[in-house]
């Protein structure tokens, strides 16, 4: 069973354009976290939200924790190929539950 | 300020091997996580450690896997008798006292191959 569902699976879009990416869940976690893998590297931790309703900003990423804490959702504005990557979440319910990632990639 | 180390980068075995991957976490944090990473899949928990003790390990499998955390040195998961099926990236992370798990380092992982 697959606790943390995340859409899309992959995203190709050009350089300059928003986007958004979700990670959805029927369960209720203390806190969530994003993080960024790049092929051949671990996850790098990009932001943990813990409040519902919580929204928290990295430059050009916005991160949102639903008002439930069953979800949350990553948007990036004006992508940049160096977003290329991995985007995995993963949920805290003792251990980290994580999702199975969106694969973004930004073509110049 | 060095982060989360792991070795052998990548690690290659025959069938029957025994395989061991080492993990230092990141200065002053006491708790270290294994995690596994199949192709196309999620990261999978594995077992979640302290300083000489074993916490959770509710993601270990029953066999062949086991983890420890000594009082000196880095945090050892040995394979025994692998497998095909245990070719796979196994990455740990380590968290600081306070952050309760919530907020967890990742190391650059250890790819495994079985021959």
């Known amino acids: 069973t697959q606790l943390l569902e995340q859409s899309p699976q992959f995203l190709s879009i050009q350089e300059g354009e928003n986007l958004t990416v979700y990670c959805n869940s029927s369960s209720v976690f203390s806190s969530l976290q994003w993080y960024r893998q790049e092929p051949g590297e671990g996850p790098v931790l990009l932001v943990t939200v813990v409040t519902g309703g919580e929204v928290k900003k990295l430059k050009r990423l916005t991160f949102q924790f639903g008002d439930a804490r069953k979800d949350s959702s990553l948007h990036i504005t004006a992508a940049q190929p160096g977003d290329t990557g991995l985007y995995l979440c993963?949920?805290?319910?003792?251990?980290?539950?994580f999702g199975k990632g969106t694969k973004l990639s930004v073509k110049p | 300020n060095a982060g989360v180390m792991q070795n052998p980068r990548h690690l290659v075995r025959r069938r029957g091997q025994e395989a061991r991957l080492r993990c230092s976490p990141m200065?002053?944090?006491?708790?270290v996580y294994w995690y596994r990473q199949l192709p196309e899949e999620g990261l999978k928990f594995m077992v979640y450690?302290?300083?000489?003790?074993?916490?959770?390990e509710s993601g270990m499998p029953k066999e062949r896997f086991s983890a420890e955390f000594p009082k000196e040195g880095p945090s050892i998961l040995r394979i025994q008798q692998v497998v095909r099926g245990d070719s796979a990236a196994y990455f740990c992370a380590s968290s600081p006292l306070w952050s309760g798990g919530n907020e967890q380092f990742f190391g650059p992982g250890t790819r495994l191959t079985v021959l």
């Open positions: 200065k002053g944090h006491s708790h």
């Open positions: 450690l302290q300083k000489e003790n074993i916490i959770d």
């Open positions: 993963a949920g805290s319910q003792g251990n980290l539950i």
